[in-house]
């Protein structure tokens, strides 16, 4: 590289990321979408993806926390934006001064909000969220009508959905995202029972997208399939759609160990004959995972080779053996290198954790590149 930047980065490609978006709209059909984009958009970097998919046409986006919904608001997002995470009672005023869309868990929540809205001179906009069987937040589906009475006597709202979660659409066994399903759309019956217009009914995160088209009903929810990450590998229907990240480094030390002598920290590695071991500029702290140690592999010059020894916080080993890398190498720690890849999954599975958390790991000390 030329340029003065760290020599650990991660690319964000915008177009795979278009075409995911594009590949999910095709399977989902007439539901709307509704990417979300929490948690630095799984650590691609919030407005940068915010602001793709708003010129790419998504109708509504989604977040966690309503910090997440400011700064979307801040960097000149239009579209309606749903605060997945609820509303603690000092921030309702935030919401209604950038016109985010409520998440009502409960009745009290429900009046706090109206309430607001009124004295404001406003209209809130809500989803109602109903509780199926994951047991975070949300009315439970059997008082389901008392949430929605509610909102019919609340003056100041307007409620545009009601929502669900489901708890294990990635399970290889569907019964319980299934009768969770269920549960949702009897509760839904109040409205039918009332002869009222349903509002926009939504449940469906990635897996549900891929493994339960009759859960997509008017609106879906995807999250790690947007970023080209299926959610689970134990079903066989999948959708097309391409890692948006790739994470790099480069080859910054290299040196011969001599049989027998350990490499890193508490010497839980040594080569049984002299090897070259090469450092990269990378460790824990920027979210390359301390149960990565001795288990993990990366790539350079289009061959696999392992990690040895301990990460450490800022720098990890890597045996060469007999091959060849100088200083200035690219290393591929997440992406592809001629006809070898490793995935998020794998670093997930090598360090007993999920894709998300992988994704969500990588620290805000590894520069972000975007490419459109
Ligand atoms: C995070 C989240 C999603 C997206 O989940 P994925 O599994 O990443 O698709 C959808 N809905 C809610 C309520 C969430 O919190």
């Known amino acids: 590289m030329t340029d003065s930047s760290r020599p650990t980065w991660c690319d964000i490609d915008l177009a795979a990321l278009e075409r995911n978006y594009s590949a999910i709209e095709q399977v989902v059909g007439a539901s709307k979408m509704m990417p979300v984009i929490k948690a630095d958009a799984y650590g691609h970097g919030l407005t940068q993806i915010g602001t793709r998919l708003q010129e790419i046409g998504a109708p509504c986006l989604a977040v966690a926390y309503v910090e997440e919904g400011l700064a979307l608001r801040a960097a000149g997002i239009t579209v309606p934006i749903q605060v997945l995470g609820g509303a603690v009672t000092r921030q309702i005023p935030l919401f209604l001064e950038h016109d985010l869309t409520f998440t009502a868990p409960s009745v009290d929540k429900l009046l706090q909000i ?72 009897e509760a839904l019956d109040f409205y039918d029972r009332l002869s009222l217009p349903t509002p926009t009914r939504h449940i469906a995160n990635s897996a549900a997208i891929v493994a339960l088209p009759e859960a997509h009903l008017d609106l879906v929810r995807p999250g790690l399939l947007l970023y080209g990450i299926e959610p689970t590998d134990q079903t066989s229907k999948t959708i097309a759609v391409e890692p948006v990240l790739s994470w790099r480094s480069e080859v910054i030390y290299f040196k011969v160990v001599e049989a027998g002598s350990p490499v890193s920290y508490g010497g839980t590695w040594a080569p049984e004959h002299s090897t070259r071991v090469v450092t990269l500029p990378v460790g824990y702290a920027d979210g390359y995972r301390r149960g990565l140690s ?57 360090s007993d954790t999920i894709p998300y958390e992988i994704l969500t790991s990588i620290t805000a000390r590894v520069p972000r590149r975007w490419h459109s």
């Open 114 to 185: 109206s309430e607001a809205a009124e004295a404001a001179k406003t209209t809130a906009k809500v989803h109602l969220k109903i509780d199926t069987g994951m047991e975070r937040i949300g009315v439970h589906h059997y008082n389901a009508d008392t949430l929605f009475e509610a909102a019919l006597s609340c003056t100041s709202l307007e409620v545009e959905g009601v929502f669900s979660h489901l708890a294990s659409a990635d399970d290889t066994d569907l019964k319980s995202a299934r009768i969770q399903l269920e549960r949702f759309l």
């Open 294 to 350: 001795n288990r993990a592999q990366v790539l350079i010059n289009g061959t696999r080779h392992n990690v040895v020894g301990r990460v450490c916080m800022d720098q990890t080993m890597i045996d060469i053996g007999t091959t060849s890398a100088y200083n200035g190498d690219q290393v591929v720690l997440v992406g592809s290198d001629g006809n070898q890849q490793i995935t998020i999954q794998d670093l997930a599975l090598w």
